[in-house]
T-cell receptor, first 116, second 117 residues
């Protein structure tokens, strides 16, 4: 089965350290989304891409978060420096935009980040 | 995107139909209704979506009222593995637009469905 792959699955780090999370979207998909989930806020959209171009990253704290797609098979979400409030599960999702009826996204298993 | 209202939680007996309601009274004519679910510790999973007509797939059925202001997701024979948070989302079909804003899929709090043995 084709699936979205995220690494690492779990990451524990100390405040101030750089964290990079990686996502391999499903081959052939042209949209990629990054979500963050916490108990308090639920699922929050951080950023998304279409055909590797960033469309909206308004959900991200700009001073410390950055999202990129170096190529069609890799999306990255970087936090530098990390803070305890960044502790959450980060989900990557991909989909195929045909111009109509988009909205079926395939999510990865998530990267659980704990910042001490 | 239009806002949706769902009950916080529901219970269902195993083997019975689970009917999950969703209100979206401000839905626009070009907005679809999507349902996703999230089983504990997993990523959300797409279930079904529709515009006006009722839809059915191998997972569930989606019933949309004629005025499109509400919908019901039906799991015909709920199993213990269907225990999850179910999200109802309304979203414009298609992408593009200025800034690509139509691509956003915004999740609310959802309904925690607990299927009991």
């Amino acid at each position: 089965d084709a699936r979205v792959t995220q690494t690492p699955r779990d990451k524990v780090t100390e405040m101030g350290q750089e964290v990079t999370m990686r996502c391999q979207p499903i081959l052939g998909h042209n949209t990629v989304f990054w979500y963050r989930q916490t108990m308090m806020q639920g699922l929050e959209l951080l950023a998304y891409f279409r055909n590797r171009a960033p469309l909206d990253d308004s959900g991200m704290p700009k001073d410390r978060f950055s999202a990129e797609m170096p190529d069609a098979t890799l999306a990255t979400l970087k936090i530098q420096p990390s803070e305890p409030r960044d502790s959450a599960v980060y989900f990557c999702a991909s989909g195929w935009d045909r111009g109509m009826n988009t909205g079926e996204l395939f999510f990865g298993e998530g990267s659980r980040l704990t910042v001490l | 995107d239009a806002k949706t209202t769902q009950p916080t939680s529901m219970d269902c007996a195993e083997g019975r139909a689970a009917n999950l309601p969703c209100n979206h009274s401000t839905i626009s004519g070009n907005e679809y209704v999507y349902w996703y679910r999230q089983i504990h510790s997993q990523g959300p999973q797409y279930i079904i979506h529709g515009l006006k007509n009722n839809e059915t797939n191998e997972m569930a059925s989606l019933i949309i009222t004629e005025d499109r202001k509400s919908s019901t997701l039906i799991l015909p024979h709920a199993t213990l593995r269907d225990t999850a948070v179910y999200y109802c989302i309304v979203r414009v079909a298609g992408g593009g637009g200025r800034g690509g804003s139509n691509y956003k899929l915004t999740f609310g709090k959802g309904t925690l469905l607990t299927v009991n043995p």
